[in-house]
């Protein structure tokens, strides 16, 4: 069984810059907006106020690669949460979906070198996607978005270090 994901660590560190975006995928709504709620409140756990983050919906997570890109390319967001379930059922239709997710939000994160993050669950049954929710294995909702600010502030770091000459 997976466990929950690292804690950010703790190190003084700026107010995060710039605004977010969270993009939930509709399908398996009632999971998808407990993420959506769990990421809305660690950004805000992380100073990031209601005021500089945007919310999309999408239709599931397949969808969520494009939606990221499409963000990534205005360059508004100093990082990008995704968040979705897809739920194994009885089709291999899961593994195309999961991994068409993983992939696509990989690529956008290295084409356009902005933070994306990956707040999908992907589980074999409904009871494990809620156990991800906030249940007894975490909520990847709140982890992705830590993980978003971390990164913001990493590459936020590694831009000024390359501009002022520092490695």
């Given at each position: 069984m997976a466990g929950r994901?690292?804690?950010t660590p703790?190190?003084?560190s700026a107010a995060p810059a710039g605004r977010?975006?969270?993009?939930?995928?509709?399908f398996n709504e009632a999971i998808s907006k407990k993420l959506a709620?769990?990421?809305?409140?660690?950004l805000g756990e992380g100073g990031v106020g209601p005021e500089r983050v945007d919310v999309h919906w999408v239709p599931g997570s397949f969808e969520l690669p494009l939606a990221a890109m499409t963000l990534a390319r205005t360059r508004r967001y100093a990082a990008i949460v995704c968040v979705g379930v897809v739920i194994r059922g009885e089709t291999p239709h899961y593994e195309y979906v999961a991994s068409a997710a993983a992939q696509g939000l990989s690529r956008v994160a290295l084409e356009t070198r902005v933070p994306v993050t990956f707040g999908v669950i992907t589980s074999l049954t409904e009871e494990q996607?809620?156990?991800?929710a906030g249940g007894s294995v975490g909520h990847r909702g709140e982890e992705a978005a830590r993980a978003a600010l971390e990164m913001a502030g990493w590459m936020r770091e590694a831009r000024a270090s390359?501009?002022?000459g520092r490695r």
């Open positions: 994901a690292p804690r703790s190190r003084p977010f975006a969270v993009v939930a995928a509709r709620d769990g990421a809305m409140a660690a996607a809620w156990e991800r390359r501009r002022s």
